[in-house]
Structures are given as structure tokens and as C-alpha cells.
């Protein structure tokens, strides 16, 4: 941060920020859970030994750590053209025009 207070403008959080959400995050996917309406993809989560309640798995912090180690720091998000076609994490923000981010 600057003498200012204000962050470089593609710096949307700072680092201290990203351990709060995540720590956050950890705790509502343990205590809470999500509700997931697909019978295979409850089948999966069962398989892989998450807690399953009806419609609603509850997932360890360690299934979560585990599953972000398996994750790439880079991809490919393909366009129909491949000549507008951007790498994700390549140091800067991506945002599409529509549809979720």
C-alpha cells in the first residue's frame, strides 16, 4: 500500500485479505456445507469422504487444501477464436462482459 492507502488499481485485495476469505470459506464449507442436487456428484463427494446430509456435504478444511494443491496456477480460457483466447493468472485481471465470473 501506498502513504496513501491506496492500492495499485488492478489489486482488487491485498494478501491478508486472501487468508481471511479462505480461513472464512474453510469454515462454511466444514460447519455449514453446501447443498448439491446432482445424485452423482453427491456420489463423488461421498466417494472421496466428505460427510453427506441429504442434499448438503460438509467438507475438512484438509479435503479443501488438498483439492487447491491438485489446482494450476495458469490455464487457458479458449476462446471460440483462439486469437482472443487469454491466460488466466498471467498477472492480470480477467473479466467477462456476461455470465458468471
Known amino acids: 500500500m501506498t502513504k496513501l492507502g491506496l492500492r495499485h488499481r ?4 491485498g494478501p491478508e485479505d486472501y487468508e481471511r476469505i479462505h480461513n472464512a470459506s474453510l469454515k462454511i464449507l466444514q460447519e455449514t456445507g453446501i447443498v ?6 453427491l456420489a463423488v463427494c461421498r466417494h472421496k469422504g466428505a460427510k453427506v446430509s441429504g442434499e448438503t ?5 484438509k479435503m479443501v487444501n488438498d483439492a487447491l494443491k491438485l489446482c494450476k496456477d495458469k490455464y487457458k480460457w479458449q476462446a471460440r477464436n483462439d486469437a482472443h483466447s487469454v491466460i488466466v493468472g498471467d498477472g492480470f485481471l480477467v473479466q467477462p462482459n456476461a455470465g458468471p465470473v
Not at 456435504?57 to 478444511?61: A, E, K, M, R
Open 57 to 61: 456435504v460438509y467438507f475438512t478444511p
Open 10 to 13: 488492478l489489486e482488487v485485495i
Open 36 to 41: 448439491i442436487q446432482s445424485e452423482e456428484a
